[in-house]
T-cell receptor, first 112, second 118 residues
Framework: KQEVTQIPAALSVPEGENLVLNCSFT??????LQWFRQDPGKGLTSLLL?????REQTSGRLNASLDKSSGRSTLYIAASQPGDSATYLC???????????FGAGTQVVVTP | GAVVSQHPSWVICKSGTSVKIECRSL??????MFWYRQFPKQSLMLMAT?????????EQGVEKDKFLINHASLTLSTLTVTSAHPEDSSFYIC??????????????FGPGTRLLVL
């Protein structure tokens, strides 16, 4: 059974520092991995999607790496801003049909 | 990008009553939708897969008679929490994958519905 773990559970950094969020999964037979952002009481916003054949994806200040063989993904957020404060979730999919398994998330606070 | 809406955004009901939550894909068709539940400080847990024109597929441990799912059209799925109890209080979120050629990779999430059962 697939288990998805995110460490740390919470993180607080001053504005301008880089953020490093970790995600690990026990079954390396994944189709893709996605990173989402969730603001309090809101739905999810997709940030990055990495196919199992890819090693990283980049979008603006965000970069996500994937090491499928070791069951790890890392989300880097450069030059953090207070607006980056949110909970970040990673999720893996076993096939192309969209069924996702989520980690518990990392709650990020960026202080001005 | 594609938009998924949910209605209502929040609902308070008395124990024993039923509550219906709607999930709509506004600008695309969704033959499949997913229903998740999220308890405070916890992650999203998949409850069921809603399939247009056929029965929903429920995850292990989810009571299909308590959480009724109807996917009557390509843009609407409904989740009805029957005989709701305080332990059903949670944040319910739906999602719909979108893509081409059977590759439904991009997930669009609704804004969620917060249910409080008194």
């Amino acid at each position: 059974k697939q288990e998805v773990t995110q460490i740390p559970a919470a993180l607080s950094v001053p504005e301008g520092e880089n953020l490093v969020l970790n995600c690990s999964f026990t079954d390396s037979a994944i189709y893709n991995l996605q990173w989402f952002r969730q603001d309090p009481g809101k739905g999810l916003t997709s940030l990055l999607l990495i196919q199992s054949s890819q090693r990283e994806q980049t979008s603006g200040r965000l970069n996500a790496s994937l090491d499928k063989s070791s069951g790890r993904s890392t989300l880097y957020i450069a030059a953090s801003q207070p607006g980056d404060s949110a909970t970040y979730l990673c999720a893996v999919s076993k096939n192309s049909w969209g069924k996702l398994q989520f980690g518990a998330g990392t709650q990020v606070v960026v202080t001005p | 990008g594609a938009v998924v809406s949910q209605h209502p955004s929040w609902v308070i009901c008395k124990s024993g009553t039923s509550v219906k939550i709607e999930c709509r894909s506004l600008d695309f068709q969704a033959t499949t939708m997913f229903w998740y539940r999220q308890f405070p400080k916890q992650s999203l847990m998949l409850m069921a897969t809603s399939n247009e024109g056929s029965k929903a597929t429920y995850e292990q441990g989810v009571e299909k008679d308590k959480f009724l799912i109807n996917h009557a059209s390509l843009t609407l799925s409904t989740l009805t929490v029957t005989s709701a109890h305080p332990e059903d209080s949670s944040f319910y979120i739906c999602s719909a994958p979108a893509g081409t050629s059977g590759m439904m990779e991009t997930q669009y999430f609704g804004p969620g519905t917060r249910l409080l059962v008194l």
